[in-house]
């Protein structure tokens, strides 16, 4: 809102009187703290060394011990929904985000639109004189908008953000990363064989920020949201850091579990008394097989070192990326503004069971529905966590890095929404190294960084009434830690399963595929009482009924009261049908009447989920170009070599490669180059049945105008080919490359590309399942 101008305006200059007070934009109170989010995916409570786990995290380790550390911090189970209540300090649902951006549907709780009534965080702070910074992921932008011909009144500069640099995707290759800028994607700015890895290169850009500010406004204070892609797959890190963990988990994920109990017991984090709850403890009929836990006991040596080694990347990609946190807290204390910085440093949900029972050495894999191969992976051993995998552990550390708790993300028990947080701010907080034990949740961030920064949201935003606040400051528990728990009531959501926590009891359901279909007013409710028994061990709803049905209804209040219905499980029941409706629902590119995309070159990598859809059905891709003798480079190109395709010219050769889940060997046909001149060249792929994992297979056949020159049977994948994000690309392959026959990007160079169209029209259509699996994979 414009400031009121209070200067003096007569016909002479000479004889009025300026008012820079009017235009400049406002000050941050006086000795306003910097603000420092650091938020971790995919991190169970018992991971972590200040919460007694065996990943090393020295600069987490630093912060606790001279701030506080809090055992009973929860979000909302996903990535998505958190991070947009890191946004706005509402609920998910309030604003638009139940899920993932990729699995939107067209309802006010579901859309992944935040609304107006929501203002950002970022737009209140740098209203009130704070620069604003986001680094790293996103996820919050709708799924709509992630082409660069969408509207960019959803990404982060437009939501009060001063600079943003990261990735848009809810995951992305750490070596060979899917980057925008602003308002624009960009290639990486150097490769993994000079030392490039998405971690530093984001330290790198939040500290470019920082100094750029402060050099220019130092008494301007900031606020940087920095988020890493750690730790989410793919599971990437330095070798040095990997073999640091070399043997440290041998004895296995149960173990562990025995392990770390009382480690967390002995540390604070959890009360003495507190009990493991059971493997795979779920209700009958809920039960998903993806998200069994084998037992180690019945694990073949090989499959246990596999394991083991894959456990050994997620820390040492943990540790480093903490590392480079270190670096900007360094500079922070160098700098001499680490004193009056108030850190979270904290993690979005519980650790990922997506690896499924078996962990994978390309989770793209198993979103496509098919199977790893044991004899296979365990000849990449040696290379998990390089550029040659895309590895995700096993759901056994998914249960051990949750420990002691039921579960882990996606479910609404304490496996998937409670999560460490470590609060620093030497400045603010007079208590050291405490533990802080009162229940809060992610809606309460907002309301502390206001809190602490003198800051008040306003009734009205920009035209909007706003919606209050869902949380609760934090401020309060800073130097009391008897303090009772200010927070009285948190709902929780995920694809059907429901939670409440109230007043220090918790009711949960877990909403699964039964029988193919599930209905909600058939779910069975549990109650745990929570400040009793913080682990969910003892079900307690038979001897309490008249506690359940309370906190029931007190759920459908708060449904009601955040958008929470109509209640979405179409992405988690086997049923055809309901997966029909749902692809109804879900935002999707409409295929043109004539089934034809045309695209050109000069022009920026196109999303996947925006690009033609050649999975699992009959496409055909022609280019219009001119040739020379010169000619080589890439015609179009789409994914990386753990999933995708190109054409392109080396060696005097026409190739069409097609990677199959990264699984050896590559699908190629190739022919001689025409003569020099203009052509259409191109390929026609006609689907004749499908295979045992759903793969379409046909005759996939090498075009030169009208002449078909070679022809040769392949298979094709029905999900994403890239989960990282990595698009289409005409003229180049950017990221990570489809095939390593040709050298990184790879330009199309020596001749001319006038235009690549793809054609769907003979097959038209997803397979909803696999589409969706490959969305989901994203969270």
Request: glycine share 8%; charged share 20%.
């Amino acid at each position: 809102m414009a400031k009121p101008f209070k200067g003096v305006i007569n016909l002479d200059v000479r004889d009025s009187t300026p008012d820079w007070d009017a235009f400049l934009a406002d000050r941050a109170p006086e000795g306003a703290p910097n603000v420092l989010v650091v938020l971790y995916d995919d991190t169970g409570c018992a991971a972590w060394s200040p919460y007694g786990g065996r990943i090393q995290m020295p600069t987490m380790d630093r912060l606790a011990a001279s701030g506080l550390t809090y055992s009973q911090w929860h979000t909302t189970a996903l990535c998505s929904p958190t991070r947009s209540t890191f946004l706005t300090g509402r609920n998910h649902h309030s604003n638009g985000f139940a899920s993932i951006s990729e699995s939107s549907t067209g309802f006010p709780g579901y859309s992944s639109h935040i609304p107006p009534e929501n203002a950002t965080m970022a737009h209140i702070l740098r209203d009130a004189g704070w620069s604003t910074f986001w680094v790293g992921k996103n996820h919050n932008v709708p799924i709509d908008a992630w082409t660069m011909g969408s509207s960019k009144k959803e990404w982060p500069l437009a939501q009060g953000y001063d600079r943003f640099y990261g990735f848009i995707g809810g995951e992305t290759n750490n070596w060979y990363p899917s980057l925008a800028e602003d308002n624009h994607y960009i290639e990486q700015p150097y490769l993994p064989e000079d030392g490039y890895h998405l971690s530093k290169d984001l330290a790198d850009k939040a500290l470019e920020f920082i100094r750029d500010s402060k050099q220019t406004e130092p008494d301007k204070p900031w606020y940087l949201w920095f988020c890493p892609g750690a730790n989410h797959a793919p599971h990437h890190a330095p070798q040095e850091y990997i073999d640091k963990y070399k043997g440290a988990f041998d004895d296995g994920y149960e173990a562990y579990r025995e392990w770390v109990l009382p480690r967390m017991i002995e540390k604070g984090i959890l009360p003495p008394g507190t009990e493991l709850t059971p493997m795979n403890p779920m209700p009958d009929g809920t039960f998903t097989p993806m998200d069994a836990v084998r037992p180690w006991a019945e694990l073949s040596a090989e499959e246990r070192a596999m394991f083991c080694r894959m456990a050994e990347v997620y820390a040492g990609f943990s540790e480093y990326t903490d590392a480079q946190v270190g670096r900007i807290v360094d500079y922070l204390e160098v700098s001499g503004q680490l004193e009056n910085t108030i850190v979270f440093y904290c993690a979005d949900n519980g650790a990922s069971g997506e690896g499924s029972p078996n962990g994978s050495v390309n989770e793209g894999k198993i979103f496509g529905g098919y199977p790893d191969d044991l004899e296979q992976n365990l000849t990449m051993v040696d290379k998990l966590g390089t550029p040659d995998a895309y590895n995700h552990y096993p759901t056994g550390w998914a249960m051990a890095f949750s420990t002691p708790y039921r579960m882990f993300k996606r479910y609404t028990y304490q496996g998937g929404i409670c999560d460490p947080l470590v609060i620093h701010w030497p400045a603010g907080i007079a208590a050291r190294g405490e533990v802080r034990e009162q229940y809060h949740h992610s809606t309460d961030i907002v309301p502390t960084i206001y809190d602490v920064c003198g800051v008040t949201m306003p009734d009205v935003y920009n035209g909007a009434k706003q919606n209050p606040l869902a949380g609760v400051s934090m401020r309060y528990s800073f130097d009391d830690a008897a303090a009772p728990t200010r927070k009285q009531t948190q709902y929780y959501e995920m694809f059907g399963s429901r939670g409440l926590w109230h007043e220090g009891w918790k009711a949960v359901t877990v909403h699964g595929p039964g029988n193919g279909r599930s209905h909600f007013e058939d779910d069975v409710w549990q109650l745990f009482h929570t400040d009793e028994d913080r682990s969910e061990a003892h079900d307690l709803a038979e001897q309490h009924p008249e506690k359940v049905e309370q906190l029931k209804a007190l759920w459908m209040q708060e449904a009601k009261a955040n958008n929470v219905l109509p209640l979405n499980d179409l992405q988690i029941l086997g049923n055809p049908k309901d997966f029909e409706t749902f692809i109804k629902m879900e935002f999707h590119l409409p295929v043109p009447p004539s089934g034809q995309y045309t695209y050109y070159p000069g022009t920026s990598e196109i999303p996947e989920r925006s690009a033609a859809n050649v999975h699992g059905v009959s496409y055909k891709a022609l280019a219009e170009v001119e040739l020379t003798p010169d000619t080589e480079g890439v015609i179009f190109a789409h994914g990386s070599r753990f999933g995708g395709h190109a054409l392109y010219v080396q060696d005097h050769q026409l190739h069409y490669t097609y990677n199959f889940l990264g699984i050896p060997p590559e699908n190629r046909i190739s022919a001689p180059l025409p003569s020099s001149g203009k052509h259409i060249v191109g390929i026609d792929f006609a689907k004749e049945r499908v295979g045992d994992h759903r793969e379409a297979i046909g005759p996939l056949r090498l075009y030169v105008d009208d002449e078909k020159v070679a022809e040769e049977e392949i298979r094709t994948v029905l999900g994403h080919f890239s989960l990282c994000g990595e698009g289409l690309c005409i003229g180049y392959d950017s990221g990570d490359q489809v095939t390593t026959s040709y050298p990184h990007r790879f330009e199309f160079t020596g001749g001319t590309i006038e235009k690549v169209v793809f054609d769907v029209a003979d097959d038209a259509y997803v397979d909803v399942e696999s589409h969706l699996a490959a969305a989901m994979a994203r969270d």
